[in-house]
Nanobody
Framework: QLQLVESGGGLVQPGGSLRLSCAAS????????IGWFRQAPGKEREGVLCISSSGGGLTYADSVKGRFTISRDNAKNTVYLQMNTLKPEDTAIYYC????????????????WGQGTQVTVSS
């Protein structure tokens, strides 16, 4: 059974950092593109960043440029989202999703999704 599990969410003060993890089970990530998404209360789910199987990146949200980075460790079968200089508007449930090889342009082109982890940025 293909499964993605997110972890690392929590409560952080504005200006702080968090690192989210997306771990795969039932398959290996090395041939997958993995994207991170978020959904704030009352808003649609939006793409954040994606990393392809070859390590190339795609930024979906301009608001995270210079603050968030995505990386992968195939040996650990995990993709990470490093979030720095967090703002209250980054508060959301963060999801990871996967598909073969390449980062797609559209959110509905991902094939499998995790259950999400809550990130709250507040003083």
């Amino acid at each position: 059974q293909l499964q993605l599990v997110e972890s690392g969410g929590g409560l952080v003060q504005p200006g702080g950092s968090l690192r989210l993890s997306c771990a795969a089970s039932g398959f290996t990530l090395d041939s997958s593109a993995i994207g991170w998404f978020r959904q704030a209360p009352g808003k649609e789910r939006e793409g954040v960043l994606c990393i392809s199987s070859s390590g190339g990146g795609l930024t979906y949200a301009d608001s995270v440029k210079g603050r968030f980075t995505i990386s992968r460790d195939n040996a650990k079968n995990t993709v990470y989202l490093q979030m720095n200089t967090l703002k209250p508007e980054d508060t959301a449930i963060y999801y990871c999703a996967g598909r073969h090889y390449h980062c797609p342009a559209a959110i509905d082109e991902y094939d499998y999704w995790g259950q999400g982890t809550q990130v709250t940025v507040s003083s």
